[in-house]
C-alpha cells in the first residue's frame, strides 16, 4: 500500500492519540516515523506503532511526563525523561542542546530515563539543519554478543554524526553497532531461510546459519564493533547514571514499566573551529570529489552518508508514495489500538 507523507504521518497519529499520547507528542512522534519510513528506514517506521500504542495503553510510556532541563556546567546538561516517549524527549533535548551549542561553542546533553527513540539520525540531522555537527549515541536493549563472548550483552547501541555542508546536501551518518537488526532474523525465521554466518551466534557463541538456532547478533567488524557498541553504552549508560550492559531493560519484558534508557548528543558550532562558511565549503567539496569519483565495478556511483536516504526519500513520493506493508496499513486503519501481541515477549523466542 502506498500512502502520500500527510496519510501515513496522520494515521500514525492518530493511533498513537487513541493510545493514550498528547496530540502534541503523538504529533512529534508520528513525523519522525514518517521520516524513518520515507527514507526506506523501515524497521524505525510505521512498524513499530502497534508496539508503541500497546506500551502507552499498558503505562509503560508516561503520557504526562515532566521532562526537565538540568544545566550542569556551561556547556554541559541533563535531560531528565521521566519515561516519557523518546521521541519527544530525544526532539525537546536536541532543540535544548541546540541552543546552548550556540550560545557556547559545544554542548553535551545526556537524556535519562527515556524509552526508544527510534532512529537516531532524525536528531543529529537537527542540529546540521542549523549548522552545526552533531552526535548521537543511544543504548538499546541486550541482543549482541561482546567479542568472543556466548551471552548478549550489549544493545544493538546506535551512533549517528551529522554535519551541514554549503548547499541542500546534509551528512546523516546513521548506523547500529550490530550487523544486522534483530528484525532481519525474524523475517528470515519465518521464511525457513538460513543467514550468512556473519550476523549472530548459537548458545555457546559460534557463528549460526541455521536462523531458528540465533542466540544473539554479532557486532560490526568483529572486536572493532564491539568496542565501539561498548562505548555507547559508556556515553550512553554508564556516565548518565542509568542501567547499562545487560541491565538494559528489554523492549518486550514488562510493557507496564518505563525504560530508563539513556542517549547522549554532542553538538558543536564550527564557527569556534575553522569557521562556519569554511567548514560548509570544505564539506561540499568533500560531498562533490566523493561523488565525482569513478566508482567501483559492481558499484554505480560512492555516495555520502544518508545520500541514498534522501533518494529513497524522493524516489518514493514521485512513484505515489511510501510502501506500507498491508498487514501494517490495516491496523492502522482499524479501530483497535493493539492486539497484545508484544508484552513479557522474549525476542530470542519469537
Ligand atoms: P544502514 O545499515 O541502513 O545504514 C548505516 C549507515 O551507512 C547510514 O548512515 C547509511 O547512509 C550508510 N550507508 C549505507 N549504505 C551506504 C552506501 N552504499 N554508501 C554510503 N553510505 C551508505 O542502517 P542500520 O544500521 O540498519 O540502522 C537503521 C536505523 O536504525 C538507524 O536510523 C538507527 O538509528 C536505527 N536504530 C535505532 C536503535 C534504537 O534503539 N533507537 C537501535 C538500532 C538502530
Avoid at 502520500?4 to 513525523?31: Q, V
Avoid at 521520516?35 to 495503553?57: F, K, N, Q
Avoid at 552545526?132 to 549515541?137: D, E, H, M, N, R
Amino acid at each position: 500500500m502506498k500512502l502520500s507523507r500527510d496519510e501515513l504521518k496522520n494515521l500514525m497519529k492518530n493511533k498513537l492519540i487513541k493510545a493514550g499520547l498528547s496530540e502534541e507528542h503523538a504529533d512529534m512522534t508520528a513525523e519522525i516515523l514518517t521520516w524513518s519510513d520515507e527514507r526506506g528506514y523501515h524497521s524505525h517506521g510505521a512498524v513499530r506503532v502497534e508496539y508503541y500504542s500497546e506500551r502507552i495503553a499498558k503505562g509503560g510510556i508516561t503520557t504526562d511526563p515532566k521532562f526537565e532541563w538540568k544545566e550542569t556546567g556551561p556547556c554541559s546538561a541533563i535531560y531528565e525523561g521521566d519515561n516519557g516517549c523518546g521521541y519527544v524527549a530525544s526532539t525537546f533535548a536536541m532543540e535544548k542542546t541546540i541552543e546552548m551549542a550556540k550560545k557556547s561553542g559545544i554542548a553535551v546533553t545526556g537524556i535519562r530515563n527515556i524509552s526508544h527513540s527510534g532512529s537516531i539520525g532524525y536528531y543529529t540531522e537537527m542540529a546540521a539543519k542549523q549548522d552545526l555537527v552533531a552526535i548521537a549515541f543511544c543504548q538499546s536493549d541486550p541482543m549482541a554478543v561482546p567479542f568472543g563472548g556466548t551471552e548478549p550483552y550489549y544493545g544493538t547501541n546506535p551512533i549517528s554524526f551529522a554535519a551541514p555542508t554549503a548547499d541542500d546536501r546534509t551528512v546523516v551518518f546513521d548506523m547500529a553497532t550490530t550487523v544486522q537488526a534483530w528484525g532481519k532474523i525474524l523475517d528470515k525465521r519465518s521464511r525457513h531461510e538460513a543467514i550468512p554466518d556473519t550476523w549472530a551466534v548459537d548458545e555457546k557463541g559460534q557463528p549460526v546459519t541455521d536462523s531458528s538456532l540465533v542466540n544473539a547478533l554479532l557486532p560490526i567488524a568483529g572486536a572493532k564493533g564491539y568496542g565501539l557498541m561498548m562505548m555507547v553504552d559508556v556515553f550512553a549508560g554508564v556516565l548518565l547514571g542509568v542501567p547499562f550492559g545487560k541491565h538494559v531493560s528489554s523492549m518486550y519484558h514488562d510493557l507496564s514499566k518505563g525504560r530508563d534508557l539513556g542517549q547522549m548528543f554532542i553538538v558543536m558550532d564550527p564557527s569556534r573551529f575553522v569557521g562556519l562558511d569554511a567548514f560548509k565549503k570544505s564539506m561540499s567539496q568533500v560531498l562533490d570529489e566523493l561523488g565525482e569519483m569513478p566508482a567501483a565495478e559492481g558499484y554505480g556511483k560512492v555516495y555520502y552518508p544518508g545520500e541514498r536516504a534522501v533518494m529513497r526519500r524522493d524516489k518514493a513520493y514521485e512513484t505515489g508514495g511510501v510502501e506500507i506493508v498491508d498487514e501494517i496499513y490495516d491496523y492502522l486503519v482499524s479501530d483497535d489500538v493493539h492486539y497484545d501481541r508484544y508484552d513479557h515477549k522474549n525476542r530470542f523466542a519469537e
